[in-house]
């Protein structure tokens, strides 16, 4: 079946520029999480929806990423204001939400993000 | 939150096992570790994982010591495809079943 799909593979913004990716998780899975990963690093975790509610945002690095999940579907991750600091791979993971500890995350092939 | 700590690098020959290391001797009674591993310029893909028994898949096999303080991930017949980078993960409760990644093992299959 179709995977975590995320669009764009790539994206290119000027500082300053506010960016929206998109994530699309498996059909029928409940939760859906967002990570930051920077060049040579592990990713880190950002936000996590359970549905269409955001049940932890505790990763976010700062008030100009947002991210919402309004059907309980697709989710967008919005970056305001673009920074370089910013530039990274940002990965999008869904789970059945079915089980708890066990739960097992899927990945989406991530969107690579450039801030010039 | 428990933590891993696993080699920075390894490398073996193709065709033979490779055995990746992990320490989680923090890891609490209902914890389980998963193992991901990340090829070049993908998202990590899921490989395996296990609660205190040893599991099997089409993958790899997982083998979780009796104290469950450190486990072993196996790739019996390792390819040049299997280079990756790969993940240890203790999945902890931390407002959310977030993944705690480290810095993992990269594995470099030798040709």
């Known amino acids: 079946g179709a995977g975590v799909s995320q669009s764009p593979r790539y994206k290119v913004a000027k500082r300053g520029q506010d960016v929206a990716l998109r994530c699309d998780p498996i059909?029928?899975?409940?939760?859906l999480f967002w990570y930051q990963q920077a060049l040579g690093q592990g990713p880190e975790f950002l936000t996590y929806f359970q549905n269409e509610a955001q049940l932890d945002k505790s990763g976010l690095p700062s008030d100009r990423f947002f991210a919402e999940r309004p059907e309980g579907s697709v989710s967008t991750l919005k970056i305001q204001r673009t920074q370089q600091e910013d530039s990274a791979v940002y990965l999008c993971a869904s789970s059945s939400g079915l089980a708890g500890r066990a739960d097992t995350q899927y990945f989406g092939p991530g969107t690579r993000l450039t801030v010039l | 939150d428990a933590k891993t700590t696993q080699p920075t690098s390894m490398d073996c020959a193709e065709g033979r096992a490779a055995n990746l290391p992990c320490n989680h001797s923090?890891?609490?009674?209902?914890?389980?570790v998963y193992w991901y591993r990340q090829i070049h310029s993908q998202g990590p893909q899921y490989i395996i994982h296990?609660?205190?028994n040893n599991e099997t898949n089409e993958m790899a096999s997982l083998i979780i010591t009796e104290d469950r303080k450190s486990s072993t991930l196996i790739l019996p017949h390792a390819t040049l495809r299997d280079t990756a980078v790969y993940y240890c993960?203790?999945?902890?409760?931390?407002?959310?079943?977030?993944?705690?990644f480290g810095k993992g093992t990269k594995l470099s299959v030798i040709p």
């Open positions: 059909s029928g899975h409940v939760s």
């Open positions: 923090t890891i609490s009674g209902n914890e389980y």
């Open positions: 296990g609660l205190k």
């Open positions: 993960i203790v999945s902890s409760w931390a407002g959310s079943y977030q993944l705690t």
